[in-house]
Each structure stands twice: as C-alpha cells, then as structure tokens.
C-alpha cells in the first residue's frame, strides 16, 4: 500500500510565510477520511531534520511559500524537476540550506521518495508578523479547494 | 613579519544564519578581528505581549525550528511558574524524555551534516555522500532517524510539538510503544559507537587550541541536568536566585553586531554542550563517559572545537538516558494523567532549561486575565557571541603563519564549534537611521 504525506513548511511567525501551516491545519481540520496511508506532517522551519522523513513514503506534497513573481495568493502545482529548474526564491529560510538542498541530498543518498510535488503559493510579505496578509487571507478558500483537488489527484 | 592580508567571510556556511569575520592584517599586525553578527532583527517577544498564556508555547515553538522542544519546556517552565502550577512526577519524566529527542536530533544534525565535512576535508556534507565515507552518513542518518522517532512519540511531531501543554501532556504514548522504542534506542547505542569511531581517526583535524573562560550552564546532584537544575559558573559556582538571571547573564553592546553581546565575571563565558560537560561531565552515563574517555576529554576542556565531541559526548548520553527514562516509567506504570488544572492569577514566571546550544531562559510576566504582558527570553547563542569574539582575538595570532585560506577555514571551524543559531537569537540592538 502506498504512503502519502502531505507536508506543510514555513514559519506562521513571519506573516505569508506560514501560509504551508495554516492551509494544513485546515485540511486536517476538515479530514473526514479514515484514510492511514496519508500523513499530515507540520515541517515548519525543520529544514535538514526533514531528511529522515522522505524515505518514509512513496509520494509527498509540499505546501510552502514560493516567490514566482506572481500576484499574492496565485499559485502553481510543481514537480520537483520543476522546481530545480526554475530557480524559484523560497523564504528568508531561517535555517540553511532551504528544502530543496535537503532533497538533492536525501536523492544522492537513496533516501528520496518515488513522487515529489509542491503546491507553491505566491507570498506577499515575509516580514515578522503572526498572521497572513489581508491578499492571502482573502484567497484561503479558494486556495485550500485547489489544494483538495490537487491531493485527490496526488494519492490517485 | 610583514604579511598582509584582508580576510572578509561573509555569510559564513553550515551555520544557522548568518554571521560574517572580518579580519585585517597590515604588515604583520593584526588590525581589526571581528565576529559580525548581521542578521535582521527578530521580535518573537513583541510577538508573546497580549497572548493568553494557552497560546504561549505554541508561538515560542515557532521560534526556532531546531530547538522547538527546547522553547516549548522553557515556555511552559515560565508560564506555570508565574501560575504557580506544580507538575506530575510522569509528566517531569517525559519532559525530560523530551529534551533528551531534541538534544540527539540537534546534535546530529550539526555533527553529522555540519561539521563532519570539516574533518574529512570537504566544503559539505554533498560530496561526502558521494566519497567513501557514504556509509558514515547514512550512519548519521539512521541516527537522526532515531531521535526524531523519539520526539515523535513523546511529543506528538518530529518539529513544533503539540503534546506539551501547560500543566502536563495532551497525550501518552502505550507502553508498547515506549518499549519498541527503547530497543531501538539500544541498537543506536552501537551505531553511535561505530560514527564515534570515524570521528576519532580523524579528530586531529580540529585545532589544537585553548583559551581559559567561564563555563555556565545547568547543574544539578541527581542528573546530567537539562530539563531542570541549578545555574551555576565554572568560575563563581551555583547560583540559586534563578529569577534574577541578569545578574549573570549580562547583555552588552558593541558597535560592529546587531547582536548583543553577553559576559559575567569575564569579559566573554561559553554555554552549550561543552558548558554542560565542563560542570557536570560526572553525572554522564557510563558509556558516554567512555566516548568522553576515547577523545580524552576531561573537565575542564578549555578548547572550544571540542564542542563538537562533547556534543557526540551527550548524543550517547541522551541515548542512555532516555533508556533508563522508559524503564522507569513502565515500572511506574504509565497513568493517563489530565494536565494538572490551573488557576488564572497576576505573576511573573521564569523558565530555565538546557537547549542543545546552551542554556535558555524565558521570563514572563502575567496580568490577572493570564495575558503575557511582558517577556524576555534569553537565547544561547547571544550568549557565546563575545566567547566566540574572544576565541578568535586568541586564535588568530597562533596561526597567522599558516596560509590564507587556511586561516579562513580555522576561523569557519571555530564559529562553527559553537553550532550557533544566529537566526534564532533575539535581543538585538534597536538601530536609528537618521
């Protein structure tokens, strides 16, 4: 049976940054699935104590904060090809070196699940601050009903 | 000698922020030395004002996410001090359960991932993983596994736990479960043994160096103390007025760091795994007492890349610990305990404990609604800065004959011994632009 988990990153305590944690809070909130094989993981600001995790599970959504230079609140599903390739900037990471440097690590060492994907929203503000700006609020709902979607797709 | 050089390190790598060294050499005289913390400000206290003393914890777990634990047990240490509530026997058991997964989870983490490549002589842990010592890593790695399984169960998460509450734990785990988990923790004995191994064959890597300063950190008569304990000096010995902390942590400006500076007796002092070692290395248990005994490394240690192996020192200790831990609560019988109930009342609540990087204070103050109206807390690495200033000033006029980028290195290993967390430090100076 396969494995799935679904991991929001980011640091609630520096405003859109959090968006990860708050978007899954809310899908745990609404779990009404007895479904054991997908895990709901906080990743916060872990960066390399994630490396364990990967090799856990077949296939792993990320939710986290990604400048695309997009509008706040747009968003983009995201292989980890793509997100290798398109340089993206993640957060002010307050720990180095930001997730995408732990999973080249955790491929050259064989600890790398089959399917990697990132629901990437575009933050506003990074600053300190223990809410979502007012633009990303605004977009939770239809934020969180993509994600659903996308998740039902993830654990086809 | 005449050598000149200008030596300027920014955002130094495999540390947790950023930190820069700025060294100038003119005709064989050293000029300026400066360790230049020059991180943003932060203002998680700003962040604890106003918050009803249930959402606390949670907002400290957010300030770092390596030593969330750590922030958790110092902030629910302050708030039930300001309330006056007394915790359960279990519930000091498994807290300190808890404080033992995050100190191995850290440990091997800076050791493993952060300053191993030092000594193998390569700029990261990527192309270790593709060199001969792949197996070493991936040792670390089942390690790392190991401690986060432990925090897993105690405290609900791998990061940010939910289970600790003010007043006990949201839940327990099964007897079962803790049992599994103690022979696991058993097999790491034997894989800590096998990575202490490598690091000794090639441990002559790290400087030889040592320069006499003031060790403070928790003690205590009964334990290796973490979770709980007495403050005391490798100078002025215990200090029991623990609500008066400022008298031994002084914090202090200079005008080169964002950062504030710390000192006591001293114009600098050292906390961390190497503070800890240095007051308390004879309540180790015996197997970490061995590693200690391998690297021959006695109290009191004076050479601060030694930090290093006096974290391999505690990670077996932690290891044995957490053992001893579990057959303890199993033979108690594990009770499925309510957190104990708590009367609101005005106070002010200080909270110690041990943090992989030393020792942390967080000090609130409560109105009669159980609001936060003030907070102060006292992070680690804050505290090691000026060592960290003073180690250099020490250490670079003995290896000024070496090359340069060997001096830049030497310089990188030794911000780096102290596994500073710069990004989680608070406390900085307010700067004016005029």
Redesign the interface.
């Known amino acids: 049976m396969k494995k799935y988990a679904i991991i929001g990153l980011g640091n609630p305590l520096r405003k859109d940054d959090g968006v990860g944690i708050v978007l899954l809070e809310k899908l745990q909130k609404g779990n009404d699935s007895s479904d054991e094989h997908i895990h709901y993981i906080d990743g916060g600001t872990g960066g390399m104590s994630l490396l364990p995790l990967f090799s856990d599970f077949d296939r792993i959504l990320f939710i986290d904060a990604v400048d695309m230079h997009k509008k706040p609140g747009a968003f983009q599903l995201l292989d980890y090809d793509e997100m290798k390739t398109k340089h993206y900037s993640f957060r002010h990471s307050t720990h180095e070196p930001n997730i995408l440097k732990v999973l080249m690590i955790a491929q050259q060492l064989g600890e790398f699940p089959k399917n990697i994907s990132f629901f990437a929203i575009q933050p506003k503000e990074l600053t300190f601050g223990n809410n979502l700006t007012s633009e990303l609020q605004d977009h939770l709902d239809i934020l969180l009903r993509n994600l659903k979607k996308e998740i039902k797709n993830f654990i086809k | 000698m005449s050598k000149n050089m200008a030596i300027n390190l920014e955002h130094v790598?495999?540390?947790?922020?950023h930190g820069n060294i700025v060294l100038n050499v003119k005709k064989g005289t050293i000029e300026k030395i400066q360790w230049q913390v020059s991180e943003a400000p932060?203002?998680?206290e700003a962040?604890l004002r106003g918050r009803p003393y249930t959402e606390l914890r949670t907002?400290a777990s957010?300030?770092?996410?390596?030593c969330?634990i750590g922030h958790s047990l110092a902030s629910l240490k302050a708030t039930e001090d300001a309330l006056n509530v007394t915790i359960t026997e279990q519930t000091a058991l498994f807290r300190r359960l808890a404080i033992n997964a995050e100190n191995m989870?850290s440990h091997i983490?800076h050791l493993g991932?952060l300053a191993v490549p030092d000594l193998f002589g390569v700029g990261s842990?990527?192309p270790l993983?593709?060199s001969p010592h792949?197996e070493t890593?991936?040792k670390i790695?089942q390690l790392?596994?190991l401690s986060?399984e432990l925090s897993d169960l105690i405290c609900g998460?791998?990061?940010?736990p939910i289970r600790l509450i003010v007043g006990g734990f949201s839940a327990f785990p099964t007897k079962q479960q803790l049992l599994h988990l103690k022979e696991r923790l058993q097999e790491g004995i034997s894989i800590t043994a096998q990575v202490a191994e490598t690091i000794k064959s090639v441990v002559d890597k790290f400087p030889t160096f040592s320069r006499e300063t003031e060790y403070i950190g928790l003690t205590s008569p009964e334990e290796y103390a973490l979770y709980d304990g007495t403050i005391a000096s490798t100078d002025t010995g215990l200090f029991k007025d623990a609500k008066n902390y400022r008298s031994i942590m002084k914090e202090y400006l200079v005008p080169w760091s964002t950062a504030k500076y710390s000192k006591h007796t001293r114009k600098s002092y050292m906390v961390g795994a190497l503070a800890r070692f240095n007051l308390n290395s004879k309540m180790l248990h015996p197997k970490a007492q061995r590693v200690a005994k391998s690297f021959n490394l006695q109290a009191i240690n004076y050479n601060p890349f030694m930090n290093n192996i006096a974290q391999l020192v505690e990670f077996m200790h932690n290891i044995e610990d957490s053992i001893r831990l579990i057959d303890t609560i199993v033979d108690k019988g594990i009770k499925e305990e309510k957190p104990v109930s708590v009367t609101i009342k005005q106070g002010r609540g200080v909270g110690i404990v041990e943090v992989p990087r030393g020792i942390l204070v967080h000090d609130y103050s409560l109105d009669k609604h159980g609001k936060c109206t003030n907070a102060n807390c006292i992070i680690p690495t804050n505290q090691n800065h000026a060592n960290i200033q003073k180690d250099m000033e020490a250490l670079v006029p003995q290896i000024l004959h070496k090359p340069k980028q060997e001096i830049e290195l030497n310089l990188e290993m030794l911000v780096r011994a102290y596994d500073p967390c710069i990004?989680?430090s608070t406390h900085y100076l307010t700067v004016d632009f005029i």
Request: positive net charge; proline residues 0%; glycine residues 6%.
């Open positions: 790598t495999r540390v947790e922020g932060r203002f998680f962040m907002i957010r300030i770092c996410g390596i969330s989870q983490l991932y842990v990527f993983v593709e792949k890593v991936l790695i790392h596994r986060n998460r791998t990061t940010h990004s989680c």
